[in-house]
Every structure is written in structure tokens, then in C-alpha cells.
Nanobody, 120 residues
């Protein structure tokens, strides 16, 4: 399974950015995808997660109400977008896309990471 992230960049506080992740190389189904982030000196944390079954997405308390996942299947390829609104300086981090093929709780596949910087 290959995960490729795009988007990201720099924005001022209060601004918006969108991250995209495309999953390929899986043969049957990919059960769940998620976004994690890691800021310098901090542990990696889960930001949001969505299942291909269409269940409601789950968000961390720190981003709830500001970030929105959108998981779409286009020609048997899953695309996970993360729309980030009302960004704060504390959202600055490296963001990673992850996939769990079987909803087993193991995030076995990771993207290369993409930087998001929120600064005035």
C-alpha cells in the first residue's frame, strides 16, 4: 500500500489549508484511513480518522469543529482529504496519512509526511 500526501504549506492564524492523501496498491478493501501529526518535541497524535464503510469520522478534541475529513473512492482508489479551517499556531506540525487495511487498530502504512506551518 502506498500513501502519497499533498497540500500543506504555510498560513497565518485563522487561515485554511487542505491536505490530500491518495492510497494505492491494495487489492481488496482498505478499511480505514487517518491523519496523524507530530510537532517538534512532541509525540505523534491522531488528528482524524475515517472508515471506507461511511461511518462518521472521528476527530481529536483539539481539532473538532475546525477540521473535516472527506474520504472518497474514485476508480478503486481511496482519497482522504483533510480540510483545516481556523488554523492555530499549535496546529503547526508534520502531518502524516496512515492506513489500516482491516480496521485492526494497527496503522501499518504511512505516507512520507507533509509540513503545515501556522505563523503570523
Amino acid at each position: 500500500v502506498r500513501l502519497v500526501e499533498s497540500g500543506g504549506g504555510s498560513v497565518q492564524p485563522g487561515g485554511s489549508l487542505k491536505l490530500s492523501c491518495t492510497a494505492s496498491g491494495y487489492f481488496f478493501t482498505l478499511c480505514e484511513m487517518a491523519w496523524f501529526r507530530q510537532a517538534p518535541g512532541k509525540e505523534r497524535e491522531m488528528v482524524s480518522r475515517s472508515r471506507s464503510s461511511g461511518d462518521s469520522s472521528i476527530y481529536s478534541d483539539s481539532v473538532k469543529g475546525r477540521f473535516t475529513n472527506s474520504l472518497k473512492n474514485v476508480k478503486d482508489t481511496l482519497h482522504l482529504d483533510l480540510q483545516m479551517n481556523r488554523l492555530k499556531t499549535e496546529d503547526t506540525a508534520m502531518y502524516y496519512c496512515a492506513a489500516d487495511l482491516h480496521c485492526s487498530g494497527g496503522w501499518n502504512y504511512w505516507g512520507q509526511g507533509i509540513q503545515v506551518t501556522v505563523s503570523s
